[in-house]
């Protein structure tokens, strides 16, 4: 047997050369001066040399041990060099299947039934908080607790219910994973009660005294700050949509601004609705624009009519407004007066409180149902059974008018916001 005085006194010779140790195993020493360690083994009648690596890399007791491994695969009927380079194989497949890899391919499988919107919210949560963390790593390595370490992560800056979303979406990455034989169980169902509960959801606050509602309108209007903020905020008041739509509103979803019936189309991929809904033209947004809702339009307009959203953000142009703009002004409005009292979505809620309790004084049997539409809340059609974006048109313009009216008073033209 070897030992490794011997291996260090041996000098390279004209041709190369070997010194054997036992079991078949030699190291193969070339003219150059290279040491490699090899076995020669046989399978069946046919001889063969398996390569274990160069000396001082792999050493004595390193290439024995690599020996003897392969003689125990031998005595199972297994060919070590067919092992060998099945494993290299293996090396290569986990090389090529990292997290991120199989997460981007999970992800285009499922885009064509999520809409763009949605779509691009669940690449950008991976890409800001788990491809970072885990994104390198083979997707048959992330283990429970690599995985929940990224999460806790998220949890620190106080976004628990982001992550108990990103969870869910990494829990659809492995089981893609698992189904296309990359890995075997799934590190995201295991770690889901281990993640802070969710917050408990509550109603958003909203002041119903119609007095206070153009109190409210007034102290905002005469905060220092941007006028597009104000005017996103006036326009929120006079339609109660979303503060998504108002934020994602785009000049080419505006219709006949200088005609009889000024309308804006909001497309089916901004309404908050079910992902299959989302892709149907047919559960698109109506909203009549009365006068003072065209009058916001054509006021900021000089602002941002060359820019693709109406209400751009501070910051990035061509991005849309923070989600916060509005509720910020509505806090700081009467120096905190409204603050846990109104908030953005709280015009929606001072809109049908109000309005449903005009119609019980002065409104139609149906007005309910219109009431329903101009929010958005989808009411199929008694007839046929089916949601029809257009259903009371008229009797909508004529509330829309009497909302107007009961809000604005004797509020300045949108226009006088520009000079403020």
């Given at each position: 047997?070897l030992?490794?005085?011997?291996?260090?006194?041996?000098?390279?010779?004209?041709?190369?050369?070997?010194l054997?140790d036992?079991?078949?195993l030699?190291?193969?020493?070339?003219p150059?001066g290279?040491?490699?360690?090899?076995?020669?083994?046989?399978?069946?009648?046919?001889?063969k040399?398996l390569?274990?690596?160069?000396?001082?890399?792999?050493?004595?007791?390193?290439?024995?041990?690599?020996?003897d491994?392969?003689?125990?695969?031998?005595?199972e009927?297994?060919?070590?060099?067919?092992?060998?380079?099945?494993?290299a194989?293996?090396?290569?497949?986990?090389?090529?299947?990292t997290?991120?890899?199989?997460?981007?391919?999970?992800?285009?499988l499922?885009?064509?039934?999520w809409?763009?919107?949605h779509a691009?919210?669940?690449?950008?949560?991976?890409?800001?908080?788990?491809?970072?963390?885990?994104?390198?790593?083979?997707?048959a390595?992330?283990t429970?607790?690599?995985?929940?370490q990224?999460?806790?992560?998220?949890?620190?800056?106080?976004?628990i219910?982001?992550?108990?979303?990103?969870?869910q979406?990494?829990?659809?990455v492995f089981?893609?994973?698992?189904?296309?034989?990359?890995?075997?169980?799934?590190p995201?169902?295991?770690?889901?009660?281990?993640?802070?509960p969710?917050p408990?959801s509550?109603?958003?606050p909203?002041?119903?005294?119609?007095?206070?509602?153009?109190?409210?309108?007034?102290?905002?209007?005469?905060?220092?700050?941007?006028?597009?903020?104000?005017?996103?905020?006036?326009?929120v008041a006079?339609?109660?949509?979303?503060?998504a739509?108002?934020?994602?509103?785009?000049w080419?979803?505006?219709?006949?601004l200088?005609?009889?019936?000024?309308?804006?189309r909001?497309?089916?991929a901004?309404m908050?609705?079910?992902?299959?809904?989302?892709?149907?033209?047919?559960?698109?947004h109506?909203?009549?624009?009365?006068?003072?809702a065209?009058?916001?339009?054509?006021?900021i307009?000089n602002?941002?009519?060359?820019?693709?959203?109406?209400?751009?953000?501070?910051?990035?142009?061509h991005?849309p407004?923070?989600e916060?703009?509005?509720r910020?002004?509505?806090?700081?409005a009467?120096?905190?007066?409204?603050?846990k009292?109104?908030?953005?979505?709280?015009?929606?809620?001072?809109f049908?409180?109000i309005?449903n309790e005009?119609?019980?004084?002065?409104?139609?049997?149906?007005?309910?149902?219109?009431?329903?539409?101009?929010?958005?809340?989808?009411v199929?059609?008694?007839?046929?059974g089916?949601?029809?974006?257009?259903?009371?048109?008229?009797?909508?313009?004529?509330?829309a008018?009497?909302?107007?009216?009961?809000?604005?008073?004797?509020?300045?033209?949108?226009?006088?916001l520009?000079?403020?």
């Amino acid at each position: 047997m070897l030992t490794n005085v011997e291996i260090k006194k041996a000098q390279p010779r004209e041709k190369a050369y070997k010194l054997s140790d036992s079991g078949g195993l030699f190291l193969l020493i070339s003219p150059s001066g290279h040491r490699s360690w090899r076995l020669k083994y046989r399978v069946g009648p046919k001889e063969k040399l398996l390569t274990f690596g160069s000396y001082p890399d792999v050493s004595l007791s390193t290439a024995r041990e690599k020996r003897d491994e392969a003689k125990r695969l031998l005595r199972e009927g297994r060919d070590p060099s067919v092992e060998k380079k099945v494993a290299a194989a293996q090396r290569a497949f986990s090389a090529d299947h990292t997290f991120e890899a199989v997460a981007r391919a999970w992800h285009e499988l499922n885009q064509p039934r999520w809409s763009a919107h949605h779509a691009r919210n669940v690449i950008e949560s991976m890409e800001d908080d788990l491809f970072p963390a885990i994104g390198a790593l083979p997707v048959a390595d992330v283990t429970e607790a690599l995985l929940l370490q990224a999460l806790r992560k998220v949890e620190g800056r106080g976004a628990i219910e982001t992550a108990h979303r990103i969870r869910q979406r990494a829990s659809g990455v492995f089981a893609y994973a698992a189904a296309g034989g990359l890995r075997t169980g799934d590190p995201a169902a295991v770690i889901k009660s281990l993640l802070k509960p969710k917050p408990k959801s509550t109603k958003q606050p909203a002041i119903t005294d119609i007095d206070e509602l153009r109190q409210l309108m007034r102290d905002a209007e005469a905060e220092p700050g941007s006028p597009i903020t104000k005017l996103a905020h006036r326009l929120v008041a006079l339609t109660a949509v979303r503060s998504a739509v108002q934020r994602h509103c785009k000049w080419d979803q505006l219709e006949g601004l200088d005609g009889p019936n000024p309308t804006w189309r909001i497309p089916a991929a901004t309404m908050k609705l079910s992902l299959e809904r989302k892709d149907d033209e047919a559960f698109e947004h109506i909203v009549p624009l009365v006068p003072a809702a065209v009058e916001i339009f054509e006021t900021i307009r000089n602002l941002t009519g060359n820019l693709p959203y109406v209400f751009p953000n501070a910051w990035r142009s061509h991005q849309p407004m923070s989600e916060n703009a509005v509720r910020k002004l509505i806090i700081t409005a009467g120096r905190e007066r409204y603050y846990k009292r109104h908030t953005t979505h709280g015009w929606r809620s001072s809109f049908s409180t109000i309005m449903n309790e005009w119609r019980r004084q002065h409104g139609r049997a149906d007005d309910r149902e219109v009431i329903n539409l101009m929010l958005a809340h989808v009411v199929e059609d008694k007839v046929e059974g089916a949601y029809n974006r257009a259903a009371h048109m008229d009797r909508r313009w004529e509330l829309a008018r009497v909302w107007s009216d009961l809000l604005m008073g004797a509020m300045p033209e949108a226009r006088t916001l520009l000079r403020a």
